[in-house]
């Protein structure tokens, strides 16, 4: 296993010829098969992190990124190169210090380019540098809506013309919606457009928090965190608008036998939504079928993918974990 070792506030690690595995794999239909193989475990990568989020593959780098949303910081891992800071601060870049929950939340790279949700600055940004040089300098992509700032931007998706459809939950305002800062009165879905327009899709969700796209760019999927509302919602996707929302999967059973909530997700281009939530990985066909679990120790925060679609990445409260993909 990769040990972490907490010395004056940093992370580091040293390897071991084996790594540790956690949890177990729970297989609800024959269709898993073809996804996982029998034999998959749950690897951990790395530990030690106060709430890991937001993991990214990177060809440029052949390396994850993810957060550590409290300690506004972004981590990479490789197999060459283990683990190591990438860049500080990543979500909050005032002078003043605060506390609560201020560092980047879900990335998303783009041709060469990482975008951040950055809970601290309340905005989706792009990060100027380029990935193999990374500093703190940002350029907004959407940071208000009509006037008013956002809350804390926590999860974005891009679709194939450059449209980045966000969620805009209160989790990252010191007080959550009870802050005094807020100046929306609604936790809302947005679509910013190539061009930069802002547009709000729903105002509905409650705690709005990963998003996704089918794999044909016509359903936006949007998690909700709420625990009195776990559940997870379709949109049918038109021009800038959605309509017909439904709800895609109620895990309101879930949410009373294990720990966490509907959170961050990801689509497999085969067309399975891999979703964290309650007790932690959920598996469903395009229909809302759960065909597998993954099912782990900790709350778990989200999930991501290699672009060979070799291995899904999962963060988990202080984890990072990797299951071998089928094939």
Known sequence: SIILLILAGSVTHCSQPARQSIGSIERLDPALDALLDTTSKIEVLADGFVW????????????????????????????????????????????????????????????????????????????????????????????????KRLNSPNDLVMDRQGNVFFTDPPYGLLKNDQDSSKETAWQGVYRVSAEGKVRLLTDSLTRPNGIALSPDEGTLFVANSDPEKPRWYAYELKADSVAGGRIFYDASREAAAAPGSPDGMKMHPAGYLIASGPGGIMIFTLEGKVIGRIRLPASTANCGLDTAMDYLYITADNYLLRVRLKD
């Open 52 to 147: 890991s989020e937001g993991p990214v593959w990177s060809d440029t780098l052949q390396a994850l990124l993810f957060s550590d949303v409290p300690e506004n910081k972004i981590y990479q891992w490789s197999e060459k190169g283990g683990l190591q800071i990438y860049l500080t601060p990543s979500g909050y870049t005032g002078s003043v210090p605060r506390g609560g929950e201020p560092g980047s939340n879900g990335l998303l790279i783009r041709n060469h380019q990482l975008y951040l949700a950055q809970h601290g600055d309340r905005r989706i940004a792009r990060m100027e540098a380029d990935l193999f040089h990374p500093q703190s300098a940002f350029t907004a992509i959407a940071d208000k809506f009509e006037g």
